[in-house]
């Protein structure tokens, strides 16, 4: 299989599109080829015994999608409710999730000289879903692998839960 390279010099650097959010203070961007859309927050069905982080489901033009709380997941900002509330849908691994955030900010390209990658802090803290760090008008960004993170143990657990696996 042959792989195409990019122009000789003079050729614009690959640059990676995503669509920035924050959570309490901290910014945060997934690509943008995973989102589906952008909503505000509706009511839920809740699911019985489910972890606190995971709203419940809504059915999505025909589509059970679970939601789940970004800001509860890793406990930054305050989780409230309000027609304010916004929720990003995105199709990862398969499967259609809406995830709760605080506000959608914008949609920004990187070139890869412009991603650190994300800092090592040992077993005790997991950021096995962090790609990487960008800056963007001097504001740090925390690039998530959100199929890493769907597809993380707990994420997992709410996967059997809405679906009685």
């Known amino acids: 299989m042959a792989s195409e390279q990019p122009g000789a010099e003079g050729a614009k650097p690959i640059r990676s599109e995503f669509l920035t959010f924050t959570l309490g203070s901290e910014n945060y961007g997934i690509e943008i080829l995973k989102?589906?859309?952008?909503?505000?927050y509706d009511a839920v069905t809740r699911i019985a015994n489910a972890p606190d982080f995971l709203k419940g489901v809504i059915n999505l033009r025909g589509?059970?999608?679970?939601i789940f709380d970004l800001r509860i997941k890793f406990q930054v900002g305050r989780a409230a409710y309000d027609a304010f509330t916004i929720v990003i849908i995105i199709n990862v691994l398969g499967r259609v999730v809406g995830m709760v955030v605080d506000s959608v900010s914008d949609v920004v390209a990187l070139c890869a000289a412009e991603i650190k990658p994300p800092p090592e802090f040992g077993a005790t803290l997991d950021?096995?879903?962090?790609?990487?760090?960008g800056t963007v008008n001097d504001e740090m960004l925390i690039l998530m692998d959100i199929e890493?993170?769907?597809?993380?143990?707990?994420m997992e657990l709410v996967d059997a839960g809405v679906h009685g696996n």
């Open 63 to 66: 589509v059970i999608v679970p």
């Open 35 to 40: 989102v589906q859309e952008i909503r505000g």
């Open 127 to 133: 950021t096995a879903y962090i790609t990487g760090l």
């Open 148 to 154: 890493r993170l769907m597809g993380s143990q707990d």
